[in-house]
T-cell receptor, first 115, second 112 residues
Framework: DTGVSQDPRHKITKRGQNVTFRCDPISEHNRLYWYRQTLGQGPEFLTYFQNEAQLEKSRLLSDRFSAERPKGSFSTLEIQRTEQGDSAMYLC?????????????FGPGTRLLVL | KQEVTQIPAALSVPEGENLVLNCSFTDSAIYNLQWFRQDPGKGLTSLLLIQSSQREQTSGRLNASLDKSSGRSTLYIAASQPGDSATYLCAVSPDSNYQLIWGAGTKLIIKP
């Protein structure tokens, strides 16, 4: 296993378009997290899954955002009707719970630019 | 509401120096605290994780301390090298769900 992967790495879209990002976690990890990071800031929590169940959503996750993890493996994050303020790096992380030390392992991120 | 602050925002030091990065948090009721490293255009790599019951953790040239009562953590880097140049972020987890709350990071440049 080579770690957490995200696709695409970069996405440029026009305002109003829909975009979808994919995250493939480390195979034995049951938890999956989505974060958003803007330039010069730390990541902000968006949502997380335990297996296929979405257990928590941030208030940052407006109704234009939806995340799924249908079989408890990969996850998708969709943004509908994108706005320029959605431009950011979207980071995915995975971990195994319960574990002695539950470190989150991060993917390389998807950088979104909304024109 | 938990807030995490990192000072300084940027730091430039000559190679070989020992240095300290600071992280403060407003709510001492944390589950754990982690230090991460982020290289430009790349994801985050966990460096050290300190459980709330621990005072410090060490890995190679890195040592992280935690003082919950004062809401502070420090990351000590010994004998800095140009390869240590990166942004270092501190994150706290308020509970076992491990939702991380992050500082904005300290951008570190080690000059050869």
């Amino acid at each position: 296993d080579t770690g957490v992967s995200q696709d695409p790495r970069h996405k440029i879209t026009k305002r109003g378009q829909n975009v979808t990002f994919r995250c493939d976690p480390i195979s034995e990890h049951n938890r999956l997290y989505w974060y958003r990071q803007t330039l010069g800031q730390g990541p902000e929590f968006l949502t997380y899954f335990q297996n296929e169940a979405q257990l928590e959503k941030s208030r940052l996750l407006s109704d234009r955002f939806s995340a799924e993890r249908p079989k408890g493996s990969f996850s998708t994050l969709e943004i509908q009707r994108t706005e320029q303020g959605d431009s950011a790096m979207y980071l995915c992380a995975s971990s195994f719970s319960p574990g002695l030390v539950e470190t989150q392992y991060f993917g390389p991120g998807t950088r979104l630019l909304v024109l | 509401k938990q807030e995490v602050t990192q000072i300084p925002a940027a730091l430039s030091v000559p190679e070989g120096e020992n240095l300290v990065l600071n992280c403060s948090f407003t709510d001492s009721a944390i589950y754990n605290l982690q230090w991460f490293r982020q290289d430009p255009g790349k994801g985050l790599t966990s460096l050290l994780l300190i459980q709330s019951s621990q005072r410090e953790q060490t890995s190679g040239r890195l040592n992280a301390s935690l003082d919950k009562s004062s809401g502070r953590s420090t990351l000590y880097i010994a004998a800095s090298q140009p390869g240590d140049s990166a942004t270092y972020l501190c994150a706290v987890s308020p509970d076992s769900n491990y939702q991380l709350i992050w500082g904005a990071g300290t951008k570190l440049i080690i000059k050869p």
